[in-house]
């Protein structure tokens, strides 16, 4: 997992929890890295897993509810850090579907060993958008907070449903009507 993921993460933690948390995390987390991390460098998801778990026992927060907050702070660095990612789109529908064609291979090139899930899509209209996530780090709803804040972005709002195809939610089918125009 890129390190950008991490430092964000970390960031994140402090400003909302405090720099105290970070430190107990992390060292409850028992981490190979020790908490050092680059936004370059790669890092075992594993250490990921042992933050959110800390985190979600100090604060009572679920894991998911945790990745939810998180990816809000995460797209607002990717707004400000790579606005023509975003920019290139006039709607959120547009560019929710080019996710795999077109945001993750400009992604590939700044990080060309990043391991991203994959998203296929199956419908797809002007008000109505159906995709399939998969990942083996099964982190849907990082992509359900990044899926909302795409909206909240384009001053549009949706209803985004979810359905686990797996059990272990490595597989999640992601249904998206917009609400509004």
């Known amino acids: ?13 402090e400003d909302k929890f405090g ?3 970070v430190d107990k995390i992390i060292e409850q987390s028992n981490l190979p890295s020790q908490g050092v991390y680059t936004a370059i460098g790669t890092y075992d998801f594993s250490e990921m897993l042992g933050l959110l778990k800390h985190l979600s026992e100090h604060t009572q927060l679920s894991i998911d509810d945790l990745l939810l907050v998180y990816s809000e702070h995460f797209f607002s660095v990717l707004a400000s850090s790579y606005p023509g990612l975003i920019d290139k789109y006039k709607d959120p529908i547009e560019l929710l579907s080019s996710i795999e064609n077109h945001i993750h291979v400009e992604v590939r090139k700044i990080y060309p060993d990043a391991e991203l899930p994959t998203f296929e899509v199956l419908e ?3 008000s109505k958008l159906v995709m399939i996530y998969k990942s083996s780090r099964a982190m849907y709803n990082f992509g359900l907070g990044l899926m909302r804040k795409t909206f909240e972005h384009f001053d549009s709002t949706a209803h985004i449903s979810l359905e686990k195809l797996k059990p272990d939610g490595t597989e999640v ?4 009507v917009k609400t509004n125009e």
């Open 1 to 13: 997992m890129k390190g950008i993921v991490f430092t964000e993460f970390l960031e994140l933690v």
């Open 173 to 176: 089918k992601f249904s998206i």
């Open 19 to 21: 720099l105290e948390v």
């Open 124 to 126: 797809k209209s002007e």
